[in-house]
């Protein structure tokens, strides 16, 4: 596990290269074997691709140096036995997924952050690609909020950049129209969020919109109440109640504009 952590820290996090394999994967597997049949809405995959390219711009320069720079602020030295191994990774693992699963909470309930999360839930199907489209004002957001169990819990900068690709390729995995069988996906959702999870958190009905906020560790719903108790379908009509997508440009503005 050392050697693994430490491979992964020498490697920038090995981040890009796992996420892009799993991309691929998820890609391809989702076109060959569907869960629920593709509409021809072209503008999906520009929107999608086009939100990441600004993250991915703004990433190496903004994003990245935040977390290593917050990483190495830290406010106390975790005693030798808590700085490495399996468990710890994993507890640290769960405790930054938490945070998350409170955070997303925050972006639907506080008026301001929903305005910038909305842009997410404007997309009118879901695939693979939806995991990349985040305003940048968001991930920003997001990756500056982190600091904060970051610090308060010294999480070592290695198991910050396992939990980052864990949990990219959670977000692209459950967003991902791929079909598994019912009961493999039955058994999986016990643990972890399984796109029959998330998709009912993308349903066009708000009630569902304001449910199902867990990301990597399917337990935080049940838990904190806000697991829906709507099934998935592959008819369910996805985005935001009576809500349109929008050109990219307007999606990068919403946040922004008076009326978003
Ligand atoms: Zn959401």
């Known amino acids: ?48 691709l086009g939100l990441w390219a600004i993250v991915l711009i703004l990433s190496p320069l903004i994003i990245a140096p935040l977390t290593a720079y917050g990483a190495n602020q830290l406010i106390w030295e975790r005693p030798e036995a808590l700085r490495a191994g399996a468990l710890v ?25 929903w305005r910038f999360h909305k842009v997410h839930h404007f997309d009118e199907f879901l695939d693979t690609t939806s995991a990349f489209r ?38 692209m995995f459950h967003h991902s129209n791929l079909h598994l069988p019912a009961a493999f996906e039955r058994a999986l959702s016990r643990v972890f969020v399984t796109p029959s999870i998330h998709w009912v958190h993308h349903h066009a009905i708000m009630r569902d919109t304001h449910s199902n906020y867990a990301a990597i560790f399917s337990l935080w719903d049940p838990l904190f ?17 009576s809500v349109e997508d929008k050109p990219l440009l307007r999606l990068i503005l919403t946040p922004f504009m008076r009326k978003a």
């Not at 693994?4 to 996090?13: E, F, I, K, V, Y």
């Not at 994993?90 to 506080?110: E, F, G, K, S």
């Not at 806000?226 to 935001?240: D, F, N, Q, V, W």
Request: hydrophobic share 60%; net charge positive; charged share 15%.
């Open 225 to 241: 109440a806000s697991r829906s108790a709507t099934a998935r379908t592959p008819a369910m009509k996805i985005g935001l109640e």
């Open 89 to 113: 990774l994993v507890a640290d693992i769960i405790l930054l997924d938490l945070w998350t699963y409170w955070m997303h909470r925050a972006w639907h309930r506080a008026p301001i952050m």
């Open 134 to 171: 985040f305003h940048a004002g968001e991930v920003m957001v997001s990756a500056l909020l982190r600091l904060i169990p970051i610090t308060l819990l010294a999480i070592p900068f290695a198991h910050v950049i396992i939990f980052e690709t864990v949990f990219i390729c959670a977000v």
């Open 1 to 48: 596990m050392e050697a693994l952590q430490s491979l992964m820290a020498a490697a920038g996090g090995g981040k890009p290269v796992i996420g892009g394999v799993v991309f691929v994967l998820l890609f391809v597997g989702e076109r060959l074997a569907a869960a629920a049949p593709r509409p021809q809405i072209r503008h999906r995959l520009i929107h999608n």
